[in-house]
């Protein structure tokens, strides 16, 4: 582990030990290369392989592998796409209704806007509950809201969490939201961010503003 060479990252070079993964190299060298699982599961860590000599180590899909599994084995070159960086919010469960019999959808209020990409998911944890893993989605009825994630969450026979919806889970309830994780899939990488502080863009917009009525105080009773 004594041995160096040079790992390009995004066009920044970077003197790391030979057999660390990209992760640990990165973060040695203070670069910080997205990941969540490092168990090789959940895709935040992938990147594309340049050139040069990289060990994928059996994540490799293609030119892409998962730096929390890849080894650096000489001088190599990779890139990511840029993603927001993982943050934790604080927020309260501001409206919940439910979609069909087994599929509710919950809007949860931070306390200041946060950024995700189409496709990646957030750690989301109801006050007494066990954390959740979810990926934010539209409102059905269209629309952008400042500081707001919606979740379509089905329900569970068992489920911890899924079965307090509207019962142990009720308005109010205070929620701590960890993210975004996860890697936005090829047909959505978009160099623009679903953020709460952006504009819709139209139709595939990842953030809607949903009609007022259904979230009025007699809706909620």
Same mark, same amino acid.
């Given at each position: 582990?004594?041995?160096?060479?040079?790992?390009?990252?995004?066009?920044?070079?970077?003197?790391?030990?030979?057999?660390?993964?990209?992760?640990?190299?990165?973060?040695a060298?203070?670069?910080?290369?997205?990941?969540?699982?490092?168990?090789?599961?959940?895709?935040?860590?992938?990147?594309?392989?340049?050139?040069?000599?990289?060990?994928?180590?059996?994540?490799?899909?293609?030119?892409?592998?998962?730096?929390?599994?890849?080894?650096? &084995?000489?001088?190599?070159e990779?890139?990511?796409?840029?993603?927001?960086?993982?943050?934790k919010?604080?927020?309260?469960?501001?409206?919940?209704?439910?979609?069909?019999? &087994?599929?509710?959808?919950?809007?949860? $209020?931070?306390?200041?806007?946060?950024?995700?990409?189409p496709?990646?998911?957030?750690?989301?944890?109801?006050?007494?509950?066990?954390?959740?893993?979810?990926?934010?989605?539209a409102?059905?009825?269209?629309?952008?809201?400042?500081?707001e994630?919606?979740?379509?969450?089905?329900?569970?026979?068992g489920?911890?969490?899924s079965?307090?919806?509207?019962?142990?889970?009720?308005?109010?309830?205070?929620?701590?939201?960890?993210g975004?994780?996860?890697?936005?899939?090829?047909?959505?990488?978009r160099?623009?961010?679903?953020?709460?502080?952006?504009?819709?863009?139209?139709?595939?917009?990842?953030?809607?503003?949903?009609? $007022?009525?259904?979230?009025?105080?007699?809706?909620?009773s």
């Open positions: 582990m004594g041995d160096k060479c040079t790992l390009t990252v995004n066009g920044k070079q970077l003197r790391v030990s030979l057999g660390e993964t990209l992760v640990d190299a990165g973060l060298a203070r670069m910080l290369i997205p990941h969540d699982c490092c168990s090789g599961q959940c895709d935040t860590c992938l990147v594309r392989v340049v050139s040069g000599d990289v060990d994928p180590q059996g994540s490799d899909d293609g030119d892409l592998v998962r730096a929390c599994q890849a080894t650096i &084995e000489g001088d190599a990779i890139l990511f796409d840029e993603v927001p960086v993982p943050a919010r604080q927020g309260t469960l501001a409206a919940m209704r439910w979609l069909s019999h &087994e599929v509710a959808e919950v809007v949860v $209020r931070l306390n200041s806007p946060f950024t995700y990409l496709g990646q998911y957030v750690k989301a944890a109801f006050a007494g509950f066990p954390s959740r893993d979810y990926s934010p989605t409102y059905l009825d269209g629309g952008l809201d400042e500081a994630l919606v979740f379509h969450i089905k329900r569970y026979e489920g911890m969490v079965v307090a919806l509207g019962h142990a889970i009720r308005l109010g309830h205070k929620v701590t939201i960890n975004p994780y996860g890697t936005p899939s090829a047909a959505r990488r160099r623009a961010s679903c953020s709460s502080r952006a504009a819709p863009a139209g139709p595939r917009s990842g953030r809607w503003r949903a009609p $007022r009525a259904w979230r009025s105080p007699s809706a909620r």
